[in-house]
Structure formats: structure tokens, C-alpha cells
């Protein structure tokens, strides 16, 4: 008797996690719902994944983007709804044992997304009502199931210790997986079984709703984003003034190697955004102000109308370990940024432009990059001849060749503020990076790949080199240790363009070590030194182990 009424408080206490569950579920939905029609950005999930995003140690940021790639942000997301799903269990569990515990929790929970969204950039007087209201509706639903359950376990648990026959009820009110039994046969049992009936019922019911409006609100908010692509897709952008000119042999023919311009479809996305902002480019505004004589504002429309040229530009990521995948190649139509802030007159003692995503993310670039006429800042509309992809930064970004993207690149762009580098700082400065950060050139061995065997014979090893504002003059490749080769290089479109590179090889069968280093315009050998990533981006010389089959 003592074991199955031990047995029936467990499932109480499942029924309580339950409970937990389906509040913590009716939380979420209501403020989804709140989000689609008041404030998109108040939806607490996103806003506590952007504030996980922002706070997490770099190390951390590195092991998941190792572990999970480009998809570092549907794991955070998994992550937070395991998280979700745990303590919403123990908060239904508490509240069962010690009403109003867990409704104190719930709240606590809710103060807390109030307070991530609050403190998303973005966030207007609207942006907490989701959330708030989200509590609300949870914090009601846990304490009525909750009740419910304490009815139905007082009356049930109450006769199992019962000394009279009908005491063996228990094993089965307390057993969901048994079926209801009859009230006429059990007249005691009748209180029970109502207050079993209407928790499961209200459970059902309240958990239903909750994934019903939860998962529509969402939805439709996601389908707001697909209604900006195709605002995108109908996007007339004017021809430039002048295109890229692509000399004949700047694109080698070579099986494996990166193509010369990046396909968009392929361009690595580096950014912390946990969902791309959806921005219309009819309501798009750039503002220059901070240390300017006049502040400038900017529509869309006045921005493609001060004419367009095309830009080809390697982009590089600071995250871009040696041999790296973060880097990529574009034909971009842009504006000068210096033409823009012609328009606002930067004041003397400015030192360094702030720009601001729609999102928050701001990047910290010198002035002077953006203002040196020898030198393609721009912001770009378009990406190897169409409209930015939306995850590239549409509808402007800004793109500067010779600085890593997390110092100059800025998507979903909407702010240009001339400061001081000891005034402000920009989202990676207080992160472990560097305020200023000049790409550090470098060479990177494409083919033959490491873990991929290559037939004996005479094979091409080849690859990419950039050194962008300056430009690769050589590149040098070492098989086995045997001495410094030069490479042929592609004829280079411009100096902010990578170049690609090759070197016949007679492979022979077995495991080679192959090399690569570049030596810049200015004579400068590649750094040789290993450094990582933190605090201003990667350096050495990439080895690589190729195995050759007979
Ligand atoms: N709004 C915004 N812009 C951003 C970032 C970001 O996190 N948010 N990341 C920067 C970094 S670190 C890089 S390397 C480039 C990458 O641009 P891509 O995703 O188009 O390749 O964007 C830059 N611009
Ligand atoms: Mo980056």
C-alpha cells in the first residue's frame, strides 16, 4: 500500500511538471501573439537569445561556432527551449508542492525577458508588453491547473490512505495510463475523477491553444520576413557608372579551387543577429551625426541616386583561422562613404566612425579609411549583381576593404556617427578584440584538400592569396620541406581582390606536407607566427597533409 502510494505522488508530480510545461508554453504563446500585433521585437525568446548571444563568454561563442557552424544559432535556440522546458517543469513542481512558488518563479522569469527586451537595441514603450502580458496569461493558467491537480491528488492520495477497500482506487486515479473508472460504481471516486477530468481537460485544452497561437503568431512573422524578399526580389537597383573590368586570366581553371567571385549562395555569414532583420528599403534611413557640422539623413532612394559603381572586394572575417573558411570575394554596387560624409562635415578631433545596425551591432572604424580617397569604402546595395541577400545586410551595408568585417562591414546599416575611438567603443571592443583591427594578408591552400586523396600524377596545388589595399605581388609554395617554390598567380582585378594561385605537382603515392606564404606589394613576407584569432585576427603560414593514393 506505502509503494503505491508512493507511486501515485510521483505521477502527481509528473501531472505538476506538466502543468509547468503547458504554463511556461502559454507564457511563450501569448506574447508571440502580443509580438505579431504590437511589438515584433518583444517576442522574450528572441530577446533572451540575443542577450545569451551578447553576453557569452568568447570562448564559449568560439567552441559553438566550432561545434556548430552556421548552425551555432538553431543550437543556442535548442539550448534555451531545453533550458526552457527543464525549469518550467520544476516551476509546475513547485507550485504543487508549495502553491504560489511557482507562479513567483514564473514571474521572475517574466521580469527577466522584460528585461532582455528592454535592453535590445531596438526597443521602443511597446517592446515589454508582449512579455508582460505572457506572464500574465502563464502565471493564471499554472495556478488554476495547479489547483485542479492539488484537488484531484487531496481526494485521491486522501483515500489511498484509507484503510477501506476503495483505497485500491488509488493505483488507478493516481495512474493516468489506467482508464477512468465508473463514479456510479465508486461514489467516492466521483470527486476525483471530476477534478482528474478537468485538469487533463484544461491542460489539453490551455497546452493546445498555446502551440496553436504560439506556433501561428510565429508564423506570421516569419512571413512579414519573406514579404521583405520579395520586396527585395521586385528591387529595381540603377545601373552603375562603371563595372569591374576582369582581365583575361584572373580566373584560373582549376578543379577545386575558390572561384574569383564568391557565389552569394556560398559567401560565408558571420553576424549576431538571431534572426535576419526585416527591413523595408521604402522606410529605410541612414542618419550621419555625432562630431558633424551638419546631420545628414538619407533615404534609399537618395542614397543610389548620388550614382553607383561597382566595387570587387575580398571581405575577411577576424574569426578566419589559418586555412579558414570565413572570407569571400564580391562585385559590390555602392556609394563612397566618403561622399556621404562630405555631405555632414566631420568636425577636427573626430578619429572614428561608429556604425550602427538596425540591431544593435555597431562597428568602430577609423575615419581616415573611410575618408582617403585612394581608398574603396562604400556602402554597398548590391552583391554580385543582385539586391544585398537579406542575410548580407539588405538593403545597405557598408563594406571597406583592408579591415575585418567586425570593424567595418556593417549590415542592416542605419546610423553613421562620427566619434572618437575614446569616446565610443563598437560591439567587439569590450569582447576581446581589438578597436582597430587591418586584415592581416594572408594565403590559403585550396586544393588538394587534407582528408581527401589525390591520384598520383601531376596535380595542381593551388589556392587563394589576399592582402587587400595592398595586393599579393608572390606566392610561395614548400612540398615536403624541400624549399620555397614561387606559385603562378591569376592576373589580379585590383588590389582588394584576392587573387588565386597555382603550382604543378608530381604527386607520388603516399602523405605530403605542402605549405603556403605570400609576400605583399610591399615586399612584406606573410607572418610566420601563429596567433589566433583573439584579439586581431589569425596568423602563420597554413600546412597541410595530403595523402596521395597510388
Ligand atoms: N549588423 C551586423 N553587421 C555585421 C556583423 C554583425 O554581427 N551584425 N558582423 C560583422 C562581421 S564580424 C563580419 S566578418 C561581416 C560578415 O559579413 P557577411 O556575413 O556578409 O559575410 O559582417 C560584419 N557586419
Ligand atoms: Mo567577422
Keep these: 500500500m506505502a509503494n503505491t502510494k508512493r507511486r501515485a505522488r510521483v505521477w502527481f508530480l509528473a501531472w505538476a511538471a506538466l502543468a509547468g510545461i503547458v504554463g511556461a508554453a502559454v507564457f511563450l504563446a501569448v506574447a508571440e501573439l502580443f509580438a505579431l500585433l504590437l511589438a515584433r521585437d518583444g517576442s522574450p525568446i528572441l530577446a533572451v537569445g540575443g542577450f545569451v548571444i551578447d553576453i557569452v563568454p568568447q570562448p ?9 557552424g552556421e548552425y551555432d544559432k538553431i543550437a543556442l535556440l535548442a539550448g534555451l527551449g531545453l533550458a526552457v522546458l527543464i525549469a518550467s517543469a520544476l516551476a509546475g513542481i513547485v ?13 521572475v522569469a517574466g521580469g527577466l525577458s522584460v528585461a532582455a527586451v528592454v535592453t535590445r537595441a531596438a526597443a521602443t514603450f511597446l517592446s515589454p508588453i508582449p512579455a508582460i502580458a505572457g506572464t500574465v496569461a502563464g502565471c493564471l493558467i499554472l495556478a488554476l491547473l495547479v489547483r485542479r491537480l492539488r484537488a484531484w491528488a487531496a481526494e485521491s492520495i486522501g483515500a489511498a490512505s484509507d484503510p477501506s477497500p476503495t483505497g485500491d482506487r488509488t493505483v488507478q486515479a493516481g495512474n ?5 473508472e465508473n463514479p456510479t460504481v465508486h461514489p467516492k471516486g466521483s470527486a476525483t475523477s471530476v477534478d482528474r477530468r478537468m485538469f487533463i481537460r484544461l491542460t489539453a485544452i490551455a497546452g493546445a491553444s498555446a502551440v496553436l497561437v504560439g506556433v501561428g503568431a510565429r508564423a506570421v512573422i516569419t512571413a512579414t520576413g ?8 521586385a528591387l529595381k537597383i540603377p545601373a552603375p557608372a562603371t563595372t569591374v573590368t576582369v582581365p583575361a586570366g584572373a580566373e584560373l581553371d582549376i578543379a577545386g579551387i575558390s572561384p574569383l567571385f564568391t557565389p552569394n549562395a556560398d559567401f560565408y555569414r558571420v553576424d549576431t543577429a538571431l534572426t535576419v532583420p526585416s527591413i523595408d528599403p521604402s522606410t529605410w534611413r541612414l542618419v ?4 558633424v557640422e551638419e546631420k545628414v539623413e538619407l533615404s534609399f532612394d537618395d542614397l543610389v541616386g548620388m550614382g553607383l559603381d561597382e566595387y570587387s572586394i575580398t571581405l575577411t572575417c577576424v574569426s578566419n583561422e589559418v586555412g579558414g573558411p570565413l572570407l569571400g570575394t564580391a562585385k559590390w554596387l555602392g556609394v563612397p562613404v566618403r561622399e556621404v560624409l562630405k555631405r555632414a562635415r566631420p568636425k577636427a578631433g573626430a578619429d572614428m566612425v561608429l556604425s550602427r545596425s538596425i540591431d544593435g551591432f555597431t562597428a568602430g572604424t577609423p575615419l581616415e579609411s573611410l575618408t582617403d580617397d585612394g581608398l574603396d569604402a562604400i556602402l554597398a546595395v548590391a552583391m554580385n549583381g543582385e539586391p544585398l541577400p537579406l542575410e548580407h545586410g539588405f538593403p545597405v551595408r557598408m563594406v571597406v576593404p583592408g579591415l575585418y568585417g567586425y570593424v567595418s562591414a ?13 569616446a565610443d567603443e563598437a560591439y567587439w571592443t569590450p569582447r576581446g578584440y581589438s578597436a582597430e583591427a587591418p586584415i592581416k594578408f594572408s594565403s590559403r591552400i585550396d586544393t588538394p584538400r587534407s582528408g581527401t586523396p589525390v591520384p598520383a600524377g601531376r596535380t595542381p596545388i593551388a589556392g587563394v592569396a589576399w592582402a587587400q589595399t595592398v595586393g599579393i605581388d608572390r606566392v610561395e609554395v614548400n612540398v615536403d620541406d624541400g624549399g620555397w617554390q614561387s606559385a603562378t598567380l591569376s592576373t589580379p582585378v585590383n588590389d582588394d581582390t584576392w587573387v588565386q594561385w597555382y603550382l604543378d605537382w608530381d604527386a607520388t603515392p603516399g602523405t605530403h606536407y605542402v605549405a603556403v606564404r605570400a609576400v605583399n606589394k610591399n615586399g612584406d613576407l606573410q607572418i610566420e607566427e601563429r596567433a589566433p584569432i583573439a584579439p586581431d585576427g589569425s596568423s602563420g603560414w597554413q600546412r597541410t597533409l595530403i595523402s596521395v593514393s597510388s
Design 288 to 291: 550621419v551625426d555625432g562630431m
Design 176 to 180: 493516468p495510463a489506467l482508464p477512468a
Design 226 to 233: 519573406s514579404s521583405i524578399a520579395a520586396v527585395r526580389k
Design 95 to 107: 507550485q504543487y508542492l508549495k502553491p504560489h512558488l511557482g507562479v513567483v518563479a514564473l514571474v
Design 60 to 68: 564559449f561563442k568560439e567552441f559553438a561556432i566550432a561545434t556548430f
Design 410 to 422: 556593417t549590415k542592416w546599416i542605419t546610423e553613421l556617427k562620427v566619434t572618437t575611438f575614446a
